[in-house]
DNA sequence: ATGGCTCCATACTGGAGA
């Protein structure tokens, strides 16, 4: 079973790019972020011709999340993290697939830190504490993925010096992933490239791409049922290259089911 | 410190992204 991650930065901004991908990459199960649509202007019918059938939870302007999968329909579970009723944002859904409780995410960027859109930010990453631990106490096979928009370690940008200051990298931020994997998740990137360079982002400006200027904010993280089962990850740089691009590119891990 | 680029919005500029 193959499951990428992508943030897509408008999802209709995007379609061509995304079939295009679907088609090579061939996953079968897909976290979108960024969809930037609302609810009703999700292209539901062009990814079922693809083969996917979805669950959305869209948002005017900003944000929004989508689970597709070409082996069933996902089985939502939730459409919005736990633990703050005023939140209007739509960051979270969570649905069931093959047996695998699949939640996909896009965490605040939080910038400029410090200031309210930061604290934002730290309130939302405890909230996924909080309901990630929820999940591991289920016991069951769990992954969580999206766009963390946490830079976890210094071999995880280029320059990290540059980066001190950063609502990605400032060590509030990363003291919560840090806190998910003492919980007991497990980082599938780096379990199975412990030492390499990877990244999953480059901005669009001064051709940081073709310089490979990148950070890696794009995660998996495995619950304890799962680690097994991981079998392989990769990044789908290729796509970063491709014409009317997102700025991030698609990653996926291969578990056994 | 700024700006470079791309997206969205009852738009022809400004906010957000990371």
Known sequence: MKIATYNVNSINARLPVVLRW???????????????AIQENFPEAALLEAGYESVWHGQKSWNGVAILSRIGLPKETCRVLPGDPEDAHSRYIEAEINGILIGCLYLPNGNPAPGPKFDYKLSWMNRLLGHAQTLLRQGGPVILTGDFNIIPTEADVYRPE?????????????????????????????QIYPGQTIYTYWDYFRNAFGRDAGMRID????????????????????????????DHAPVWIEVEV
């Open 162 to 190: 540059r980066w001190v200051n950063d609502a990605l990298f400032r060590p509030e931020t990363r003291a919560i992933f840090s806190a998910l994997e003492e919980q007991g998740w497990t980082d599938a990137i780096r």
């Open 22 to 36: 679907l088609e090579e990459s061939q996953p079968d199960v897909v976290c979108l972020q960024e969809l930037k």
């Open 219 to 246: 995660h998996f993280l495995l619950s304890p049922a799962v680690v097994p089962k991981l079998r392989a990850a990769g990044v789908d740089r290729d796509v970063r290259g491709w014409v009317k691009t997102s």
